[in-house]
């Protein structure tokens, strides 16, 4: 019954916005109207308000849903949307200044002379602006009242130069920074949540184990990361459209012939190309370039770009006079020593032991005259047209839209969620034949038909909370956070393109001539929509085009993690067994090297770890070769087990969603009353229905799958058990060596204690055991913090309770006292011998092995570990075998 309300909710959201009734407010009300109606309905046939919900009751879900409002404004950990409307004011400022005029003129004069040039500046100039306005309705606007003319104006097709303008102007919905990927992140962000709760269920449920391995999570992702990972897919859609228009006009010269620049491609042109691009480069290099180098966050870089889109329209507004430039210089200016007095000098103020008074003053100074600039340019921009009124009312518009959007969808998947409607869609998906990829064109599909119909904050807001944590927790594909994002941020992209209700349609409509047709628009978007959906394509075959920088940029940033994190231990292992094999002989000979130098003399505790270390060094080459055996078995079974493996446990997860609507239904008998025999009747044919149901599932398993799942099993632990065992041995290793080290460096540490040692024994020998005492307990102080002096530290524990029982005994006292003198006198000498001998060896030792043996006890990967792992984890891996 729950699925007859989940219908209403749809066709209520449906009716609403087709009559053109606000998004904001259709949305939620849609999902309030439905629980209203749902709730009622129950009360009257059942006596029971939650009798039509799939769990829980109207209060529950009403409650979700005012919750998931709170959650986009109160929850301090999910402060993503805050970019928002620092990126929509950067956008619609840099609009309002007149840059992107500036742009398309000069581009136009550069380009212009080849077949298609002009056509290819707009492009070009599309995606300059796509980087730093990320506004689409803006860019659409102002190409279509510069670019569009122009093109018209030299014979260009008018669809070819209709096509130009929408699909370049819609670059800002992948190119970074853009809106919809904040948007994404952040529905991704829960999603991931979702789909790590399905994956962590489905494991206990087939290992019996409550803990799922690490390498086995699905990878959150954040604006940032996304940023970074639709960087190349953005690069290749500019690659496809400029050449699409290349070989079109090649091929149909008449389209869009050349056009002659009747200036000179002299120094004084190119001075102006040059200053005409570098201003939005330096824009975007500051806004992404912080992002990709690790020195600003999402939600700073918004900043930094809300500044410095503002400090450009300072200059442009006051275009041709004399002081234009007086607050750009103030402030570039006053970053130079504010950045070289905080690279070279403690700014803390709080430090009070370490800071630089005098820095600080300084660079407080040059802090205000680089406020001072600022100041200055959002001034002019308040002063000249009423620039900056009209940017602030145009952002809070925009951003107040965008959020009450969100408000509204949080509400409706609330309602989606309350009458089943996410189990529907998850039933539907798995149930689909060809696993996950069938699932993800499906997926894709509908948001492209979508398109057609809704604007891309509907879709993104809507359809991703629902079928993300589908397509994540699917274990076959184990496709990342950033890439899905990605791939529904390029299929939205469309959305804006799609006719009818295309959104740069309408834009590019609103602005054109009027001899250009809506039929021309249409027909001109129909090749670039084509043009999407193979970039689409391109980005899905080739992860790593998402992927690889989001990785490289996290694995080479000051909180990389460490090489012991179990999300890289797949791919280092791929890095260091291939260095086994190349330098076998190499690293075995400088383990043999440097065991034929260690001295025979030292204390044994120190000898045995030594000892310890070799053997585990020189078991890893027969450890690793056992384990690539078992590996290479693995994947031999593997290759013939897979697919029956996924078809038993989709019909396995199959029977567990059957046995569930079972329980529910036997709950249902139980709250029924003794006289209700009919309802109860057909409640139990129901359950014998499904039961059947079960039966013929389970028929359906073939016969081989026990006998070949349980030989699956033992190749499974077998490889399992030689991971461990071959990581517990390296770590072993390498980490008595990293002691061994440790002993030696504290050398001269232990030496300061010569003295106390000495002291020590005359005063036993003297029988002063009262100060004996206090030098003892001062000693053991200070021997916590030296490595490796247990030995010693246990025999003057000793000592300690000789001197202290009431019964002294001088000979034992006399006999431990110089034990004590003579151990720690071994213990300094040994340490002295081998900092001054041994120690230059072992740094020589370590360079050899430390990238293999004792790779995973690094502190961080090198920059080239970092690249190839980064290049690694880029491609997807099937980890379906696991659950």
């Not at 005409?276 to 870089?301: D, E, K, R, Y």
């Not at 002691?739 to 005359?762: C, P, R, Y």
């Not at 009431?806 to 006292?813: G, L, V």
């Amino acid at each position: 019954m729950e699925h007859l309300f989940l219908a209403l909710l749809v066709i209520i959201m449906i009716v609403a916005l087709a009559s053109g009734y606000p998004v904001a407010f259709a949305l939620p009300g849609s999902a309030i109207i439905s629980i209203g109606f749902a709730a009622f309905f129950g009360y009257l046939f059942e006596q029971d308000v939650g009798a039509y919900f799939a769990t829980d009751g109207p209060i529950e879900w009403l409650t979700a849903g005012i919750t998931n409002f709170r959650s986009n404004y109160w929850d301090v950990e999910t402060d993503t949307l805050i970019a928002i409307p620092l990126f929509i004011f950067m956008g619609i400022m840099l609009q309002k200044s007149k840059i992107a005029e500036d742009l398309l003129v000069t581009m136009g004069q550069l380009f212009g002379p080849i077949p298609g040039g002009l056509g290819i500046s707009v492009i070009f100039v599309g995606a300059l602006l796509a980087a730093t306005t990320g506004i689409v309705g803006a860019t659409v606007i102002a190409m279509g009242l510069i670019s569009l003319p122009t093109m018209l104006n030299n014979k260009y097709d008018k669809s070819l130069a209709s096509g130009i303008v929408c699909s370049s102007g819609t670059l800002g919905q992948i190119i970074p920074p853009s809106i919809v990927l904040i948007i994404i992140a952040d529905q991704l962000a829960s999603a991931a949540d979702v789909a790590n709760t399905i994956r962590q269920t489905d494991y206990k449920l087939i290992t019996g184990e409550f803990n799922m391995p690490g390498e086995f999570r699905v990878g959150s992702t954040s604006a940032g990361d996304m940023f970074l990972g639709a960087l190349l897919p953005g690069l290749v859609l500019v690659g496809l459209y400029m050449l699409y228009v290349f070989i079109y006009a090649r091929l149909n010269p008449k389209a869009a012939p050349p056009v002659p620049f009747k200036g000179q491609f002299d120094f004084k042109f190119w001075i102006k190309v040059v200053w005409v691009i570098i201003p939005p480069l330096a824009l975007i290099f500051a806004v992404l370039g912080s992002i990709l180098m690790g020195i600003a966050t999402v939600n700073q870089a918004g900043s930094i770009g809300a500044i410095g889109a503002t400090m450009m329209a300072g200059y442009r507004l006051h275009q041709g006079r004399k002081d234009a430039f007086y607050p750009l210089i103030i402030s570039v200016v006053s970053l130079v020593p504010v950045f070289f007095i905080s690279s070279n000098y403690n700014l803390n103020i709080k430090a009070i032991e370490t800071r630089n008074l005098t820095a600080i003053l300084i660079a407080g100074f040059f802090t205000f005259t680089f406020l001072v600039g600022v100041v200055w340019s959002f001034w002019r921009a308040f002063k000249i047209d009423n620039v900056l009124k009209e940017v602030v009312t145009e952002t809070c518009v925009t951003t107040s839209m965008v959020f009450i959007i969100l408000l509204g969808a949080a509400m409706l998947t609330s309602g989606f969620r309350a009458f089943g409607g996410e189990e529907l869609v998850r039933d539907f998906l798995q149930d689909l034949p060809g696993g996950f990829w069938v699932q993800f064109i499906v997926v894709m599909a509908v948001i492209f038909l979508l398109g057609f119909f809704l604007d891309f904050i509907e879709i993104a807001v809507v359809v991703v909370p629902i079928i993300a944590p589908i397509l994540l927790a699917e274990t076959g594909a184990n496709v990342s956070a950033i890439w899905l994002g990605v791939m529904i941020g390029v299929n939205l992209q469309t959305s804006f393109l799609t006719p009818p209700f295309g959104f740069a349609l309408f834009y590019l409509k609103g602005v054109a001539p009027s001899h250009v047709t809506t039929l021309n628009i249409w027909k001109g978007v129909v090749p670039f929509i084509v043009l999407q959906l193979i970039g689409l394509g391109i980005v899905g075959f080739y992860p790593s085009l998402v992927n690889y920088l989001p990785a490289r940029t996290y694995l080479t940033s000051n909180v990389a993690p460490p090489p012991m994190n179990p999300k890289l231990q797949h791919c280092l292992q791929e890095y260091k067994f291939a260095m086994y094999n190349n330098d076998e002989q190499k690293i075995k000979s400088a383990i043999t090297n440097f065991q034929s130098k260690v001295p025979n003399d030292i204390p044994l505790d120190k000898l045995d770890i030594f000892e310890e270390h070799f053997e585990n060094a020189l078991d890893t080459f027969s450890l690793v070769k056992k384990l690539q055996k078992t590996e290479k078995e693995y994947n031999l079974y593997a290759k013939d087990y897979r697919d029956l493996h996924y078809s038993v446990r989709k019909k396995q997860k199959k029977i567990r969603t059957i046995e569930k609507k079972i329980q529910k239904l036997e709950s249902q008998i139980r709250n029924l009353d003794k006289e209700d025999s009919a309802e109860k009747n057909k409640i139990n044919l129901k359950i014998e229905d499904y039961k059947l149901e079960i039966d013929e599932i389970n028929n359906k398993i073939p016969e081989k799958w026990a006998s070949m799942n349980k030989e699956f099993e033992i190749i499974q632990k077998t490889k399992n058990t030689q991971t461990k065992r071959y990581r517990k041995n390296v770590d072993q290793a390498y980490d008595n060596l990293a002691q061994i080290a440790m002993f030696i460096k504290d050398h001269e540490k232990l030496n300061e204690l010569s003295s106390e040692v000495n002291n020590l024994k005359n005063k036993v020998d003297n029988q002063d055991y009262e100060n004996s005492i206090s030098i003892i307990d001062n000693m053991f102080e200070k021997l916590g913090e030296i490595s490796g002096t247990e030995e010693f530290a246990n025999r003057l524990d000793d000592l300690y309770s000789l001197i202290d029982s009431e019964e002294k005994e001088i000979n034992k006292i006399t006999d431990t006292i110089s034990e004590v003198k003579l151990l720690f006198n071994k213990e300094v000498g040994w340490r002295k011998d081998a900092a001054e001998n041994l120690m230059p060896e072992l740094e020589k030792y370590n360079l050899v092995i430390k990238d293999n043996i004792g790779l995973r006890l690094q502190s961080r990967l090198t920059k080239e570990q970092a690249k190839m792992v980064a290049s690694c984890n880029a491609v997807h891996r099937d980890i379906s075998l696991n659950f």
